[in-house]
């Protein structure tokens, strides 16, 4: 325990500089040289997805309980919904109209908790989270480089699809891969209040455990 405290509180330390520091500056970086306010904080949102959510995922094999992790995304969570509560948000990557990044957390949690914790099938968890960090990363840099701004792509899924099926074969296998197939067509759709932060890595996880379900 005494090691995955220290693992955890090293990232940690990493997930808040990357998210309060160095992507603040990119983001300034950014709308200096012309970029729209939105295209910028959406490619912070992606660079998060990345290095904090998917680093942190590959990782966890490194640590020997689930019980840090998930405590670290859950205090992720609840310092995120604050923000807003209180009306501060981090401008450079969270934005009024929705808390995705919050759900992005939290799903992150429920995954680690329900795979490793209650299921002992870690490397499920580890590739339903690689696709909603980043599977998803791709497809929206892909759509905000075609388009300049949040919307739904087919090109996008493509290029989700191309990263999501390897990573999925990688960590499950031939079930895994089809696993990345369906998160990449999910993703294509969102259902209000719930988005691909809470879709992919659900309908993701269906497919890899279809076997202990049926």
Same mark, same amino acid.
């Given at each position: 325990m005494t090691s995955d405290l220290a693992l955890g509180t090293v990232l940690l330390a990493w997930i808040l500089l990357l998210s309060g520091v160095l992507t603040r500056r990119l983001y300034h970086r950014w709308t200096a040289r012309g970029m729209p306010h939105n295209r910028a904080v959406y490619y912070n949102r992606k660079i998060i997805h990345v290095l904090a959510g998917g680093l942190v995922a590959v990782l966890l094999p490194l640590?020997?309980?689930? !019980?840090v992790p998930v405590a670290m995304a859950l205090l992720l969570s609840l310092f995120l919904y604050a923000s807003r509560r209180a009306g501060r948000l981090m401008y450079w990557f969270q934005t009024p109209d929705n808390a995705y990044e919050v759900h992005f957390t939290l799903a992150w949690a429920f995954v680690v908790f329900l795979t490793w914790a209650i299921?002992?099938? #870690?490397?499920?968890? !580890? /590739? /339903? !989270?690689?696709?909603?960090?980043?599977?998803?990363?791709?497809?929206?840099?892909?759509?905000?480089?075609? %388009?300049?701004?949040?919307?739904?792509?087919?090109?996008g899924n493509l290029a989700m699809a191309l990263v999501s099926v390897p990573l999925g074969y990688y %960590?499950? =296998?031939?079930?895994? /891969?089809?696993? =990345?197939?369906? /998160?990449? #067509?999910?993703?294509?759709?969102?259902?209000?209040?719930?988005?691909?932060? !809470?879709?992919?890595? #659900?309908?993701?996880?269906?497919?890899?455990?279809?076997?202990?379900l049926i």
């Open positions: 640590f020997s309980s689930w !019980i299921l002992g099938q #870690l490397n499920v968890g !580890i /590739a /339903a !989270i690689t696709f909603m960090a980043f599977g998803d990363a791709v497809t929206g840099v892909v759509r905000n480089l075609m %388009y300049g701004r949040r919307t739904k792509s087919w090109w %960590y499950v =296998g031939p079930l895994g /891969a089809l696993a =990345g197939l369906a /998160a990449s #067509l999910v993703e294509h759709f969102e259902w209000p209040p719930l988005d691909d932060n !809470i879709t992919v890595p #659900l309908v993701s996880l269906l497919v890899m455990l279809l076997p202990r």
